[in-house]
């Protein structure tokens, strides 16, 4: 297991590049499945839950080159459509691959996926909507088998919940054949347009892409495409909160916010300035950091992020005045809020979804464990600005979801190890 050592105290100044969406290249790696001509995806974040994605494509035939910061994939023909148990289980996104094998190859089989621990993550709507598509699914336990049947017809399907694995997971089901699929009350995140986008490029007919309802009409076959995923606006509110928690001003590059307001509003409303720059970068810094009025609520997009709440968390640590902070999507998302506790932070436990913080408070350096991707950066930025070096354990779990962050951060100043 790796960790980091990090005293706290530097201010963060100088420039970052944002790599590529992970949320977005889960399904858009998958959608390479769905022709058989070479599929180019560029900016690609090279962290470990690329690296299991990659995996799961080779065992089951596709051909992958790694290139810097593109993947080249060539799946002329696929030679098992079940997927291996041991990859499934390390990264919840995986999920999205069973959408593109049953569309390719009309039937699959596959484990339950794993991933970060902060709640209960039902893939109930995902099966649901295969049902209705004309699958037939068989489960065991936490094994699935799903199999064409066949169904005749246009179909018309109203999720039961803005999944955005399950609406990903339909639009790539979807794509090949001959029914025209409407799907209603879809998820809208910037990685489900990015996918649509790339799907329009590779030849679909999808319809109201960025809305709630998709209309998808099949086709025959798809073609390889050059597509380019969309920067990472989790990676971008990691960084300008670093830049204001350690008062200091990072240069952001690689990133366009004028579609970002779920995230640069609660940014700006305390006290974090944002200033878009001529060169298409922004410049995070900190102005007077106040809490969040009249409380911080997560939504599906265009709503606040849930990826996002356990950074603001820190951030309401610094914040004059009381935040509440509600994350109701997961309720094991604030279980790390002790460690903070521990630190020096004043925070009142409301129950599993709401805290309420008291800032400015002083941290002071302790020996922590990262729990899950999110969590382990907030506790990574809380120790930042903490009195004295910290230890953060199982740091392996925050790179699954940020790229060559030890070095990021050692460039902009900060006092940071890692250990094996």
Known sequence: ????????????????????????????????????EEVILRNIPKIRDTDVMLEILNAIGAEVTLEDDLIKIKAVQLNSEELPRELMAKLRGSIVIVGAILSRLGKVKFYHPGGDIIGKRTIEPHLNGFKELGFNVKTKDLEYQIVNKYKEGDVKIFLEEQSVTGTENLI???????????????????HVVNLCNMLNQMGAEISGVGDTTLTIKGKKKLKGTDFTIGADYIEFGSYAIAAALTRGEIKIRGCDISDWEPVTIPLRKMGVILKENPDKTVTASAGNLVAIAPRLHTNIWPGFPTDLMSLFIVLATQAKGVSLLHDWMYESRMFFVDKLIGMGAQITIADTHRVVIYGPTKLKARDMESPDIRAGMALVLAALIAQGKSTINRAELIERGYEDIVNKLKALGADIERLD
């Open 1 to 36: 297991m790796a960790k980091y050592l990090i005293e706290g105290g530097n201010k963060l100044q100088g420039d970052v590049h944002i790599s590529g969406n992970k949320n977005a290249l889960f399904p858009c790696i998958s959608a390479a499945l769905l022709t058989e």
């Open 172 to 190: 790539l089901a979807s794509v090949l054949g001959s029914k025209t699929v409407i799907l209603k009350n879809c998820a809208k995140e910037p």
